[in-house]
């Protein structure tokens, strides 16, 4: 028989929103907090970019209101939007008070960086290109000190418990051994999707678990065709690969092919600090031609060390000084825009369930997330999930323990394989562009490697489930939108202008 454990609340994911939640839930009552590996394994630790907040002199939350909604390509709630920039500096402030160290200027103020499509210059950073990992530690700290927080690592998810149409809690297995977590409500902060491609900036723990597991559950999903990827990752053979964030183009840093040609500069008016799926499509087009692209920040050889010194260990750890030689950069899977709907509290369409950050569609992002947008929407969404779940009435009658076991994965061979071929499959027809034909043979593609999946390979079950979601709504969508760009439908359509595909 399955161990069973009881709590409040339950948050299923360490990640920024995950954190946040838990720390901020404790004060309303015992939560456990489950992750996958340790505390530190998330998105939210690899963020170099910063936090965007109206924070400074000139901005305001209207200012940012409009640069999130046109980078969303009339595709944002409004609502949403209106909740992220006025809430936001609060969050950010509340977090400096909370420990973290963010870099100031002379006078002791915030220094504020600029980035893609953003108008004026409100990105917070830590330790120059370290904001993540400041903000992950100053959470993960908080966290370990809050005495009604129990921290369950190296724990997977395996499905939610429905009992009546409600959601009681989540089966998840501990060292190989099934234990069902009961709670009042659960949370899921799982994280985003990136390891579903070829070529990904996100850590090997985003397989898509938490949309896959939600849609199990009958949960209400949304807008699943809409991938950010982010047009400067280090071009090396790895897994995942580095990032070199927009903040180095921000200070000044021009994208050229191997033949030294600048092509932004007469694609858009922004060059390298355009809408990120304007230029990451604009470098993949150069491949496809056969040119390598380089992000040359030699400008910045004086300034690199002090601004970026973590991008600058990764390039010199790979050979690269990047203040002398130009950087080798390509597009790769940064971020999910879309996800479990909720509302403006976290809540989804499940009675008790709740998601936040990267697997929730709250509807800030749109079809296409403005930079450094990603940590303030953890921030803020989880605040108010935080507080909308001290509501939450307590479970009455719930069904009496079951027998169910784990099933062992007795070919992790034939597992790797099948999440190889899941990555292959979604970067040849399901990434930077697409087509009706290629997202047919995708979807073909995908069901065939869940029916070949070998027992136990739970991991990749939910890869392919998640795959095939994405490709479903990307053919569902017949139009080019921010993110999910159709080859065969090259330009955006009235009709589809603020209509979103549910699952």
Not at 194 to 220: C, E, K, M, W
Not at 407 to 424: M, N, T
Request: net charge positive; aromatic share 4%.
């Amino acid at each position: 028989m399955a161990d069973r454990m009881r709590t409040r609340f339950l948050v299923l994911g360490s990640g920024v929103a995950g954190l946040h939640t838990a720390w901020r839930a404790s004060q309303h009552g015992d939560v456990i907090l489950v992750t996958k590996r340790s505390l530190f394994d998330s998105a939210t630790a690899y963020a170099q970019g910063g936090i965007a907040a109206a924070l400074g002199a000139g901005d305001s939350p209207k200012l940012h209101r409009l640069d999130t909604l046109a980078a969303g390509a009339a595709l944002c709630d409004a609502a949403a939007v209106q909740v992220l920039v006025e809430e936001g500096p609060a969050r950010v402030r509340e977090l400096q008070v909370a420990g973290a160290e963010f870099d100031l200027d002379p006078e002791g103020r915030l220094k504020l960086g600029k980035e893609a499509a953003h108008s004026r210059q409100r990105i917070v950073h830590a330790h120059g290109d370290q904001t993540g990992a400041e903000v992950a530690r100053t959470l993960v700290a908080r966290v370990r000190d809050a005495k009604r927080v129990t921290v369950l690592e190296k724990t997977r998810v395996l499905d939610l418990v429905m009992f009546r149409g409600q959601c009681i809690g989540a089966r998840v297995t501990i060292a190989g051994q099934p234990v069902e977590i009961l709670a009042d409500a659960t949370v899921l902060a799982t994280g985003g999707c990136g390891q579903l491609y070829r070529s990904t900036t996100n850590p090997v723990v985003a397989t898509g678990d938490g949309f896959a597991i939600a849609h199990r559950a009958g949960a209400r999903l949304a807008d699943m065709e809409f991938v950010q990827f982010h047009p400067t990752a280090l071009d090396t053979p790895e897994n995942p690969l580095a990032l070199v964030s927009e903040a180095v183009r921000g200070e000044g840093a021009t994208l050229v092919t191997q033949r030294g040609v600048r092509f932004m500069s007469r694609l858009h008016k922004l060059k390298e600090l355009a809408p990120r799926d304007i230029v990451a499509r604009a470098i993949f087009r150069e491949q496809q031609r056969g040119e390598q692209v380089f992000l040359d920040a030699r400008m910045l050889r004086r300034t690199f060390a002090r601004r970026f010194p973590g991008i600058l260990a990764i390039c010199e750890a790979r050979g690269i000084d990047p203040r002398k030689e130009l950087i080798p950069v390509t597009p790769a899977a940064h971020y999910m825009m879309g996800g479990v709907d909720t509302d403006l509290c976290g809540r989804s369409s499940l009675s008790r369930l709740y998601a936040v950050g990267e697997v929730s569609r709250t509807g800030v992002h749109g079809a296409n997330r403005l930079a450094s947008n990603s940590l303030l929407e953890g921030l803020v969404f989880a605040e108010r999930a935080a507080r909308d779940l001290q509501h939450t009435e307590p479970l009455g009658a719930v069904p009496k323990a079951k027998q169910w076991s784990v099933p062992a994965l007795l070919d992790r061979g034939a597992a790797e394989v099948a999440a190889d071929a899941v990555r292959d499959v979604m970067w040849r027809h399901v990434g930077i562009t697409r087509t009706a034909r290629g997202l047919r043979t995708a979807l073909e593609v995908l069901d065939d490697i869940a029916a070949r999946l070998p027992v136990g390979a739970t991991e990749e079950a939910n890869m392919a489930e998640t795959a095939q979601l994405i490709a479903e709504a990307a053919l569902e969508r017949k139009e080019s939108r921010g993110g999910h760009y159709r080859s065969d439908f090259p330009r955006p359509r009235r009709g589809w202008k603020g209509r979103h595909t549910e699952q």
